[in-house]
């Protein structure tokens, strides 16, 4: 099980965590770059107000990419299967590579761009199908734990990307093309390893109807002699959805049996994109300056940002299966809630004394602690254990769709909220984390230790009523 964890973890989210960090490295390259082929094709200088065009489509073509993969990815684990689908994401993720890996000796940034998109097309496609795997494979008492792998690999991934991305290694000028096509080493290793591992059981009997494959991956899983009692699981889970197809994304928002699951998974995504974690990264560097850390050595103590959400991503795996998925993600909001206040008042007295710089600054890393601790891993985990087989991929097709739209909008508003309230931009997220607290607290029922049956009958009466 550990190891299934790792082979469908280093082509999945890792791809996502990876692709988000290692464009900050070579902007200033790209620029040149830019600049340089321009100058080359039409014998003119690059208007200054076209090249932050041309950049900004670079970067942001990504959550575009990623939006169009949320939209299939349920589908290809339908029609493909949860491994035919990963298996086959990692021929995006190799063309991608290799498209950006040219675009600089062709003198071709079109190249670039569509490479980017494809590279967020499986970013995409790895969110919604990688949880999916691991949340059907896992037996209910390691659920939690494993299911925090998605959360794992992808806060590891922007940590690899931080640091391959410094300048001595391959964020220098020459090296930034093998930087961007750099992502096809994990979906190299995926191809190599991931099959070597079974289909998940629960689509084999539920979607596919084939018991034989269904017990031989277990036995796989679980070993000869404790696979009867997950089957037994699958099998009532297969007796209760009694034939029915998997269902459309659209068909979820008329059904009127998982309409609090849907809102809860809206409410909750929507509310760890729009947290202020985004906020917080966008002012790490001006904080960082403001204690005095000289900007050669800022990439380095941006390090430090990236390891503690992969600390907080490791803790969380520990904790989620003894603490519970409701005290962890509500106490997480409600700490984020109280950084927030601290930032606030320490970016507005910052130039008072000479000590407040630091507040602010480990005010930083207890912000991404917390979110790394609730908000951050457990989403995902919820989302698999909220909906049962029939509506899981499409429950994780939308999720992702508003991810990635939420994604989108808060790098498209974000500098506008921070030039317009300057710190106070943080009471703005201080607000959003208290409601979504509030929501969870009053919405959602502990699900540890259950099966995705007992799961339905607690949201049984939110949505037929207390008389149901």
Same mark, same amino acid.
């Given at each position: ?94 063309? $991608? ?7 600089? %000796?062709?003198? @071709? *940034?079109?190249?670039?761009? =569509?490479?980017?998109? !494809? &590279? ?119 007796? $209760? ?7 459309? %994304?659209?068909? @979820? *928002?008329?059904?009127?049996? =998982?309409?609090?699951? !849907? &809102? ?119 989302? $698999? ?7 899981? %991929? ?75």
């Amino acid at each position: 099980l550990f190891l299934a964890v790792c082979a469908v973890g280093i082509g999945g989210t890792f791809q996502y965590g990876y692709n988000v960090s290692i464009i900050n490295a070579p902007t200033q390259h790209i620029h040149r770059f830019l600049n340089e082929t321009w100058t080359t094709r039409y014998h003119k200088e690059l208007n200054p107000d076209l090249l932050t065009f041309l950049w900004s489509v670079i970067a942001s073509i990504f959550s575009l990419g990623g939006l169009c993969g949320a939209l299939i990815g349920g589908s290809m684990a339908i029609r493909l299967g949860r491994k035919g689908a990963l298996l086959m994401n990692n021929i995006i993720a190799i063309l $991608a590579s290799i498209l950006m890996g040219i675009s600089f %000796p062709t003198g @071709l *940034f079109e190249l670039l761009i =569509v490479g980017r998109f !494809l &590279i967020g097309i499986n970013s995409g496609v790895g969110l919604c199908v990688q949880p999916l795997y691991i949340g059907e494979v896992a037996p209910k008492h390691l659920r939690g734990g494993m299911a925090m792998g998605s959360s794992i690999f992808l806060t590891g991934g922007i940590l690899t990307g931080q640091i391959i991305g410094l300048r001595e290694l391959l964020g220098g000028e020459t090296y930034w093309p093998l930087l961007l096509s750099s992502s096809c080493f994990p979906a190299f290793a995926q191809l190599l390893f991931l099959p070597w591992f079974p289909e998940s059981p629960r689509y084999l009997l539920i979607d596919r109807g084939d018991e034989l494959s269904c017990a031989k991956a277990l036995k796989r899983f679980h070993g000869s002699s404790d696979y009867r009692r997950e089957m037994e699981d699958i099998q009532r889970e297969c007796f $209760a959805v009694d034939g029915e197809k998997p269902k459309k %994304p659209w068909q @979820l *928002f008329t059904d009127r049996g =998982v309409r609090w699951q !849907l &809102i809860t998974v809206i409410v909750m995504t929507m509310g760890q994109q729009l947290s202020g974690i985004n906020a917080i990264y966008f002012y790490a560097t001006y904080i960082f300056k403001q204690a005095g850390i000289s900007a050669e050595k800022i990439p380095y103590v941006t390090l430090g940002t990236g390891a503690c959400e992969c600390l907080t991503a490791l803790t969380c795996g520990l904790l989620i299966d003894y603490v519970g998925r409701r005290y962890l993600i509500i106490g997480g909001y409600l700490l984020m809630s109280l950084w927030s206040t601290v930032l606030t008042f320490s970016l507005t007295y910052q130039d008072l004394y000479w000590w407040v710089p630091y507040i602010s600054m480990a005010s930083i890393f207890a912000f991404i602690l917390s979110f790394g601790l609730g908000p951050g891993g457990i989403t995902n985990t919820l989302t $698999a254990e909220l909906f049962i087989q029939s509506s899981r %991929p499409a429950a994780y097709m939308i999720a992702g769709t508003i991810s990635w739209i939420s994604f989108f909008t808060i790098g498209m508003l974000f500098p506008f909220i921070v030039n317009g309230l300057k710190q106070y931009c943080f009471l703005v997220f201080l607000l959003e984390c208290s409601l979504v607290a509030a929501f969870i607290f009053l919405v959602i029922p502990e699900t540890k230790n259950k099966s995705f049956l007992e799961i339905k009958k607690e949201f049984h009466k939110l949505n037929f009523g207390r008389n149901a």
